[in-house]
């Protein structure tokens, strides 16, 4: 199984600054690194997908980088409704896993 | 756009079973592999169980394995989630969603299971 570990677990910022995630797999995978956000009662909305793609409709704000076993998420400028938990995931092989979360608060 | 709502959760004592479902919006339900991922109260999300477009290959969390076992009716694009004997463990909410290349979007707005006497 792949472990994915996720930093920081919990991280607290200000409106405009400049917010960085971290995600690192076990072993290679190949790039097949997603980033989903997570509401308080809501499903998980996918942000990045293959490690730096954008989905289509979801803020420019939001990039990912990385490849290999190391991967970073970035919010540009944090807004008030980026508050969520934001989880990495990897689906290179199964079982599919997914980092332990980042809760952000401002 | 596809949209997926699950349906099935609720509270069900230890031992028991509980069927869960995810219908699809679209007729193109047949098109897509599916999962379950379920997610304990205040915990992280946990992938379960996949199953392809035709439903001929499934494969599970190992810890679930023999336990869940997921299936899919594409004549009424429901995915299913069968789960038996149940422990507290497993009170979670569960999502269903739909694989896209190698990630999982949309997801369905989840059910929840309590497992409790």
């Known amino acids: 199984e792949i472990q994915m570990t996720q930093s920081p677990p919990s991280l607290s910022a200000s409106v405009g600054d400049r917010v960085t995630i971290s995600c690192q797999a076990s072993?290679?995978?190949?790039?097949?690194l997603n980033w989903y956000q997570q509401k308080p009662g809501r499903a998980p909305k996918l942000l990045i997908y293959d490690a730096s793609n954008l989905e289509m409709g979801v803020s420019s704000r939001f990039s990912g980088r990385g490849s290999g076993t190391r991967f970073t998420f970035t919010i540009s400028s944090l807004q008030p409704e980026d508050i969520a938990t934001y989880y990495c995931?990897?689906?290179?092989?199964?079982?599919?896993?997914f980092g332990q979360g980042t809760r952000l608060e401002i | 756009q596809l949209h997926l709502e699950e349906s099935g959760g609720g509270v069900v004592q230890p031992g028991g079973s509980l069927r869960l479902s995810c219908v699809a919006s679209?007729?193109?339900?047949?098109?897509?592999?599916m999962h379950w991922v379920r997610q304990a109260p205040g915990k992280g999300l946990e992938w379960v169980a996949f199953i392809s477009k035709d439903g001929t290959k499934e494969t599970y969390a190992a810890a679930l394995k023999g336990r869940f076992n997921i299936s899919r009716d594409n004549s009424k694009k429901t995915l299913y989630l069968e789960m038996t004997s149940l422990t507290t463990e497993d009170t979670s909410v569960f999502y269903c969603a739909r694989e896209y290349g190698r990630w999982h979007d949309p997801w369905g707005q989840g059910t929840l299971v309590i497992v409790s006497s």
């Open positions: 679209d007729l193109s339900f047949s098109d897509y592999d």
């Open positions: 995931q990897q689906y290179d092989h199964f079982p599919v896993t």
């Open positions: 072993q290679d995978i190949n790039n097949y």
